[in-house]
């Protein structure tokens, strides 16, 4: 099949892991012998020699930046955004079906061009993306009736109003529920937790933790994300004699990369951490292998989390706070060690120094979840799944269309 993948971002262009599995993605479904496009956006460049990847669109206001005014750049984007996706189409041999990611700071301008051409598509949600598109929103009653009226008036290219999601795949449970409670007009589609490369992160032998334990946090440096719980976990060890240290792998904004090193010198901790900054992903595989625990520490109502996968796979053990849908696939003493603060993770870690046995089974345990629930092969297989059923909808319903056309000679067709 001829697949058009669209996303706001793609790699070397990343927040999270929403942009690195667009890329685990796409490689899998080209293996699968499918010829997939990408239709994404250009940051400051420079970028690789990319054949397949179109970096035409634009984001309606950069990240990092308050998107307070959205609505009004979601209406002046609209006609040039249209624009684009006619051209590109026009440009190129006709798609079977299209693939939509995350459009945050995008919008759905795309997506209703893609219906006015015909293309079906198969939603991707990896988080609540869709909610920053919600109709009629404001902080009060008039407020919101106001936006209402202008929406209906003609800035509704901004919402989902009129937009037909027809077949969606979630990362979780957790993500199709919270689309559905903001009042998304989504379908019941699949759930499909996402996987990590097997080759980039594969497993070392096993070997228990030991009295100098090597603690690991990755991702990105922001307060949901909870590095500054790892540090304390630290903390608490170094209070009951563990000499323990922590690599910290991730960047973020310098005002938390400061506060994270003021936090460090506060509890005495700061010759015991390591700031990696950034590690590029094909250098993470080695990292997790060299460390003993992996700390997921995140506050955020994960949509599904990527780093805590990344290490299971790679045969580290993991101590992890579960929210969101990380807690549909993390299972306490099973998988991982699962708790709710600094001083549980830090009695964890202790607990793993003490019984090589217990690591051994959450190591296990975690291989057998990523084999039988999370792989990036079952993954790739349920999107590949949904993307040929409704290219094969299409068909069928342009065919029946063609049935009921008259011939040249007036009669109906066959």
Not at 200 to 207: D, G, I, Q
Request: net charge positive.
């Amino acid at each position: 099949m001829r697949i058009l993948l669209v996303t706001n971002l793609f790699p070397p262009d990343t927040l999270g892991g929403y942009e690195l599995l667009a890329a685990d993605l796409v490689r899998s479904l080209s293996a699968r012998g499918h010829d997939v496009q990408i239709l994404t956006t250009a940051a400051d460049g420079p970028y690789p020699n990319e054949q397949h990847v179109h970096r035409r669109l634009r984001l309606v206001r950069p990240f990092g930046r308050p998107a307070s005014l959205d609505r009004l750049g979601h209406a002046l984007a609209a006609g040039p955004q249209h624009r684009i996706v006619r051209e590109f189409l026009s440009e190129r041999p006709a798609f079977d079906v299209a693939l939509v990611m995350s459009l945050r700071r995008l919008g759905l301008h795309v997506v209703r061009e893609l219906e006015r051409q015909g293309l079906p598509t198969v939603f991707c949600f990896n988080d609540d993306w869709l909610l920053a598109h919600r109709p009629g929103e404001g902080s009060s009653r008039t407020r919101r009736w106001l936006w209402s009226a202008a929406e209906r008036a003609g800035l509704s290219a901004r919402t989902w109003r009129g937009v037909a999601f027809s077949r969606a795949v979630y990362v979780s449970g957790a993500t199709r529920d919270a689309l559905r409670r903001g009042g998304a007009p989504v379908p019941e589609g699949k759930v499909a937790w996402q996987g990590v490369c097997p080759l980039t992160f594969a497993a070392r032998p096993f070997r228990p933790v030991g009295d100098s334990p090597r603690l690991l946090f990755t991702g990105r440096l922001h307060p949901t994300k909870g590095c500054d719980i790892a540090i304390e976990t630290l903390a608490e060890l170094a209070r009951t004699g563990v000499r323990a240290t922590l690599s910290v792998a991730g960047s973020g904004e310098p005002s938390e990369l400061a506060r994270l090193r003021r936090l460090c010198e506060q509890l005495q901790v700061s010759e015991q951490v390591q700031w990696l900054g950034f590690v590029p992903r094909q250098e993470l595989g080695a990292l997790y292998r060299a460390s003993d625990v992996f700390l997921f520490p995140s506050r955020w109502n994960e949509p599904a989390g990527l780093t805590y996968l990344e290490a299971m796979s790679c045969g580290v053990p993991v101590i992890a706070m579960p929210t969101g849908g990380a807690r549909e696939l993390l299972v306490h003493e099973d998988n991982s060690l699962n708790v709710s603060d600094a001083s549980g993770m830090a009695r964890e870690v202790e607990r793993l120094m003490r019984d090589p046995s217990l690591a051994q089974r959450v190591v296990a345990g975690a291989h057998r979840t990523l084999r039988e629930r999370a792989s990036l092969e079952r993954y790739v297989a349920t999107i590949d799944g949904e993307l040929q059923a409704a290219a094969r909808s299409t068909s069928a319903h342009r065919g029946r269309e063609h049935e009921g056309r008259p011939r040249p000679d007036g009669h109906p067709e066959a």
